[in-house]
């Protein structure tokens, strides 16, 4: 029994070790976001922001999801989102959504393809996600990414991460 007991603290020990000397994969940022400033379908509270090693995510709280709307990653190489890409999920009441990736190249959105791209339409929270090899010319180290959401002509957008670093 002594020796399982020691073996077990041993490992642990080693576990929490190799954990501590791991190099970080990923930069996560959370933004939290007014309350009461959209209706209530599309009021996000938090938009938690990674950007790991091989693809850029978010997840999105809203409290009250609706049934159906659309929702948006923009990601960028610029501080602002002058150019890059768009990761959109649109959710219709009674269909499963639609997850889909753009190029917004200053005055249109182009389609994109990309297998890996993914997205979720919860009863509370909305997750986007999208392969860095899919971001040509904006996969760089550092990105700037935003949440959005709109149901009709409500707009509600989760404050920005100007610079989401890959670690």
């Given at each position: 029994m002594r020796n399982s007991t020691g073996?077990a603290g041993a490992a642990l020990l080693?576990?929490?070790?190799?954990?501590?000397?791991?190099?970080?994969?990923?930069?996560?940022?959370?933004?939290?976001?007014?309350?009461?400033?959209?209706?209530?379908?599309?009021?996000?509270?938090?938009?938690?922001?990674?950007?790991?090693?091989?693809?850029?995510?978010?997840?999105?709280?809203?409290?009250?999801?609706?049934?159906?709307?659309?929702?948006?990653?923009?990601?960028?190489?610029?501080?602002?989102?002058?150019?890059?890409?768009?990761?959109?999920?649109?959710?219709?009441?009674?269909?499963?959504?639609?997850?889909?990736?753009f190029f917004f190249n200053h005055f249109?959105?182009?389609?994109?393809?990309?297998?890996?791209?993914?997205?979720?339409?919860?009863?509370?929270?909305?997750?986007?996600?999208?392969?860095?090899?899919?971001?040509?010319?904006?996969?760089?180290?550092?990105?700037?990414?935003?949440?959005?959401?709109?149901?009709?002509?409500?707009?509600?957008?989760?404050?920005?991460?100007?610079?989401?670093?890959?670690?």
């Amino acid at each position: 029994m002594r020796n399982s007991t020691g073996l077990a603290g041993a490992a642990l020990l080693v576990a929490m070790l190799t954990g501590a000397l791991a190099p970080a994969s990923a930069e996560t940022v959370r933004r939290d976001d007014s309350r009461n400033d959209a209706p209530a379908r599309i009021d996000v509270s938090r938009a938690t922001y990674t950007h790991a090693q091989e693809q850029v995510r978010v997840v999105a709280r809203i409290p009250n999801l609706g049934r159906g709307g659309t929702a948006a990653l923009s990601i960028s190489r610029f501080e602002i989102f002058e150019a890059g890409f768009v990761v959109e999920i649109k959710k219709r009441a009674g269909k499963p959504p639609r997850t889909r990736l753009f190029f917004f190249n200053h005055f249109d959105l182009e389609p994109r393809r990309c297998d890996a791209v993914t997205g979720t339409w919860g009863r509370r929270r909305v997750s986007l996600s999208v392969d860095r090899a899919c971001l040509d010319g904006h996969a760089r180290e550092r990105v700037f990414t935003q949440f959005g959401i709109q149901s009709g002509a409500h707009v509600d957008r989760a404050p920005a991460v100007k610079r989401l670093r890959r670690s």
